[in-house]
């Protein structure tokens, strides 16, 4: 019997799916009105970015500006007198692999943007795939999770997070349909179904031999690895749920076939996924490492004292985080319209569920509510897994619906992706007006200045009730505090919070700068100007630390640097006026020249 008389099951002897091997069903060909929608959908998420030079997303701003120092390298004299390069297998790189390759035929702005179009449309194409893959059949459905292509995440700027999210999704749906029983019980046919290949590879006889000398396995464990090394290369945690995706489908299929007789060769795959790329971090990865005993000795203890169902408040307002981006209101209409259709389906019982989906799904919710928000030196780290637990759970489901009501959802995604996008197009422009200001200030500023940025305000997260140039993140935290980066990125000058922090960038500062550097924090408020434990001598490095303590870049503040940049500026005039002299007013900025000169 020859291979094209077989016929897959998408699901195993249970499912109604079946999908015939060799050849497309007709009505599983993308076709042009498909490709149309998600073309439109595509330009209608992206289109805001076009907007403002530089988007107001959380970090954003401090990751272009080390682009900035990756691209110039020894051509900028007064950067290069900052930083110096620190290259190694890091797992947060993805941006600086990336950006400095398209800005040798772009302009800068234009590359980062298209970095954050990547974060936006990988995660959302990551489910579609895997919902393909493990029910075997495209429907309308997984197109629902562009509802989160803005999500918090997004807004805070963990680009290369996001980015590396979509990979692991992708690698999934990868691992799922590669590694699919077929007849034979290697997966071979799956495989080779989708692009016509297989007639070509089964005419020569080719496949018995691909298949009798565990090839199959090989290649598999190769490219395994391959993703396993770009998921790690963008982020550890996107590297996590890659295998943790890939180990779920495999206990899936347990569930619903039983042991198979093949399991130790389905095995090799994750193992070499898992392993190969833990290998070369630990051989190539920084000195300061996160492999070490110490430091998982102090995760353990975090999650041991800080997490294990802590922030219960926060914790539940954060389930929502894919669908938050520009305001909670927004988001709320956004869960509305990813949960309804679920629990109607749910309720009506037309919901079925994918075997492949429940072990993700519960390990991940489980890790949600016991790891604590700050993880060795890493923070925002159980609210991270907000989005993924959103993503997998879209993936692992499938409402069966008829066609009016399939329709009038379809229409709802829409409306809510073109609403959202013109409320962004607006905050964006509002932005730019911002941005320009911002620019004409710190024009002033020349090449290797040190410069210090505080904010008016009464709180370190919060935007005060008056503040309307901030966006709130989550209903709070200002969106520009890392906006000071662009005098590093424009002006070439030093702000002691640019990122980078060794063994997080492939860039480092060099000693005289990097023990006036504070990575992790958030801006000083322009009230700690005082006279006071400001003007005492710098006590050692700057550690990140709470906020509400005494940022140590202020200690000996106006010996140290040569202007203090001022945000949400007001009337009044700053702590440590005596030490200043304004130069420049633009909009809600102000720049004063730090009297006397610093000596350092």
């Excluded at 590396?164 to 046919?189: K, S």
């Excluded at 860039?507 to 003007?535: F, I, K």
């Amino acid at each position: 019997m020859t291979l094209p008389q077989y016929a897959a099951t998408a699901r195993g002897p249970r499912s109604p799916v079946t999908v015939p091997v060799g050849r497309w069903r007709p009505q599983d060909r993308l076709r042009w009105p498909g490709a149309a929608a998600a073309l439109l959908l595509g330009l209608l998420l992206t289109a805001p970015l076009a907007a403002v030079p530089v988007p107001f997303l959380l970090d954003y701003p401090n990751h272009l500006a080390r682009m900035q120092v990756l691209i110039s390298g020894s051509a900028v004299p007064a950067l290069h007198a900052m930083f110096r390069p620190a290259w190694a297998f890091i797992p947060n790189m993805a941006m600086d692999l990336v950006v400095p390759v398209l800005a040798r035929v772009l302009p800068l702005t234009v590359a980062g943007k298209l970095f954050i179009a990547l974060a936006m449309l990988l995660p959302p194409a990551g489910v579609v795939a895997l919902h393909r893959s493990w029910f075997g059949t495209r429907t309308w459905w997984p197109w629902i999770a562009v509802v989160a292509a803005v999500n918090a995440c997004l807004v805070l700027g963990f680009l290369n997070y996001l980015v590396g999210l979509g990979l692991a999704l992708l690698g999934g749906a990868w691992h799922a349909r590669a590694g699919a029983a077929g007849p034979d019980g290697d997966g071979a046919a799956t495989a080779w179904r989708g692009d016509g290949a297989a007639t070509a590879w089964r005419s020569d006889g080719a496949a018995t031999a691909w298949r009798s000398d565990g090839a199959a396995t090989a290649w598999r464990s190769a490219a395994g690895v391959a993703w396993g090394i770009t998921c790690l290369l963008c982020h550890i945690f996107a590297f996590g749920i890659l295998v943790l995706l890939m180990l779920s489908t495999e206990a899936g299929r347990i569930a619903r076939e039983g042991p198979h007789r093949l399991l130790l060769r389905r095995a090799v795959p994750i193992l070499a996924t898992a392993a190969v790329p833990l290998l070369l971090y630990r051989a190539f990865g920084p000195a300061r490492s996160y492999a070490g005993s110490g430091a998982l000795a102090l995760a353990g203890w975090q999650i041991l004292h800080d997490g294990m169902f802590s922030q219960p408040y926060f914790r539940v307002r954060w389930v929502f985080a894919a669908a938050t981006g520009e305001s909670e209101a927004v988001g709320a209409v956004a869960a509305a319209v990813l949960l309804m259709p679920v629990a109607w389906a749910a309720l009506r019982r037309r919901l079925r569920v994918a075997p492949e989906m429940v072990a993700a799904f519960t390990i991940l919710a489980l890790l949600y509510a016991v790891l604590p928000p700050v993880l060795v030196d890493n923070g925002m780290v159980y609210e991270r897994l907000s989005v993924p637990l959103a993503l997998i759970g879209i993936a692992g489901v499938r409402p069966l619906s008829g066609q009016r009501a399939g329709a009038a959802l379809a229409l709802a995604v829409v409306a809510l992706v073109a609403g959202r996008s013109a409320l962004n197009w607006r905050n964006a422009r509002a932005q730019a007006g911002l941005l320009a200001a911002f620019e004409q200030t710190i024009a002033a500023i020349p090449a290797g200045a040190h410069v210090l940025a505080v904010r008016d305000g009464h709180n370190f997260w919060d935007v005060d009730p008056d503040e309307s140039r901030a966006r709130r993140i989550l209903g709070s935290t200002v969106d520009y505090q890392h906006l000071p980066a662009l005098v590093t990125l424009e002006r070439d000058a030093f702000w002691p919070m640019i990122f980078a922090t060794p063994g997080k960038q492939p860039v480092a500062l060099r000693p005289d700068y990097a023990a006036a550097a504070q990575q992790e924090g958030l801006l000083p408020l322009t009230s700690q100007l005082g006279p006071t434990e400001t003007m005492a001598p710098l006590p050692g490095p700057c550690p990140g630390g709470d906020p509400a303590v005494l940022p140590c870049q202020l200690y000996s503040w106006p010996r140290r640097y040569d202007f203090l940049l001022r945000l949400n500026a007001h009337d009044d005039p700053p702590a440590g006026a005596a030490h200043l002299r304004e130069l420049e007013r633009h909009g809600w900025t102000v720049l004063y020249r730090v009297l006397p000169a610093g000596t350092r």
